[in-house]
């Protein structure tokens, strides 16, 4: 079992809709979550973290932890053409260990 | 402020040749990264640096080397390049672990 799985997609959503975006991990010593959001051909930057368990909104995205059920999410709220990218979770055990990205999925948000 | 610089964009190599991908970052980060990413896979560590004269093996570092000499510079070493190289190249910087801040990527094929 890989230690984090994410759905690659391609997911293709009407402009306006919410989007929900996945990843579920093996390794309950994960404590620092993160989305990457990256465009066609350009670097990952970085979107959200959070740490350990909860909900955190910025604007039109929120993402979610549930550390029981070892499942992240991401939510956007009035999807727009722009939001359409590859999403890609990470998630470390500390601040000292390295990032583990899942695979990413790429989201099309339509006109 | 130019965050985190990468040259060359795009190289074609020759089987057993070798090359050196620069990387550069002006916003004073300890921490440095090399990742490597393949379509539809994600992206996965190859090396990375704490600091200055500091360097580790991250996932995937068979084929590579890198140095760390100055906080700013961080480059990556290909030696006898292979086909399975071809991949993008990233580097990052980053104050802490999770915020990482990526550079636009090296395209490399290797026939």
């Known amino acids: 079992q890989k230690e984090v799985e994410q759905d690659p997609g391609p997911l293709s959503v009407p402009e306006g809709a919410i989007v929900s975006l996945n990843c579920t991990y093996s390794n309950s010593a994960f404590q620092y979550f993160m989305w990457y959001r990256q465009y066609s051909r350009k670097g990952p930057e970085l979107l959200m973290y959070?740490?350990?368990?909860g909900n955190k909104e910025d604007g039109r995205f929120t993402a979610q932890v549930d550390k029981s059920s070892k499942y992240i999410s991401l939510f956007i709220r009035d999807s727009q053409p722009s939001d359409s990218a590859t999403y890609l979770c990470a998630m470390s055990e500390s601040g000292n260990t390295p990032l583990v990205f899942g695979k990413g999925t790429r989201l099309s948000v339509i006109a | 402020n130019a965050g985190v610089t990468q040259t060359p964009k795009f190289r074609i190599l020759k089987i057993g040749q070798s090359m050196t991908l620069q990387c550069t970052q002006d916003m004073n980060h300890n921490y440095m990264y090399w990742y490597r990413q393949d379509p539809g896979m994600g992206l996965k560590l190859i090396y990375y640096s704490v600091g200055a004269g500091i360097t580790d093996k991250g996932e995937v570092p068979n084929g590579y080397n890198v140095s760390r000499s100055t906080t700013e510079d961080f480059p990556l070493r290909l030696e006898l390049a292979a086909p399975s190289q071809t991949s993008v190249y990233f580097c990052?910087?980053?104050?802490?672990?999770?915020?990482?801040?990526f550079g636009p990527g090296t395209r490399l094929t290797v026939t």
């Open positions: 990052a910087s980053s104050v802490s672990r999770y915020e990482q801040y």
């Open positions: 959070t740490y350990s368990s």
